[in-house]
């Protein structure tokens, strides 16, 4: 992968979003381990789909959360608020997002 252009691997990690979305997995958050929506947030990251990386990590953040795991689900919401930012050309909302996610 190291050899691959910059280009080369955003494609890559884009045709591996588009299989995982198209492969009509109807209960994406049941999957054992549960980080799909992580790997998947990951996966939009280096293709550089903001948008794409931030819902992905919300949600990564909302099943956290709702499994109790506010540590990794803050982790989670940090990383979206991140990827928000990179999509604005406006200010990060971060200072104003941070003190409103309710973790429990």
């Known amino acids: 992968v190291d ?8 494609k890559i990690h884009r045709m591996i979003v588009r299989a995982f979305e198209q492969s009509k997995i109807n209960h994406i958050d049941d999957i054992k381990g549960g980080d799909v929506r992580r790997l998947l947030g990951r996966h939009c990251a280096l293709a550089e789909d903001w948008a794409g990386a931030c819902e992905q990590y919300m949600r990564a953040g909302d099943r956290a959360k709702a499994m109790y795991n506010f540590n990794e689900a803050s982790k989670m919401y940090e990383e979206a608020i991140d990827f928000q930012a990179k999509m604005s050309e406006q200010p990060s ?9 309710n973790l429990g």
């Open 3 to 10: 050899g691959l252009l910059v280009n080369q691997r955003q």
């Open 93 to 101: 909302l971060r200072s104003r997002m941070i003190p409103t996610i």
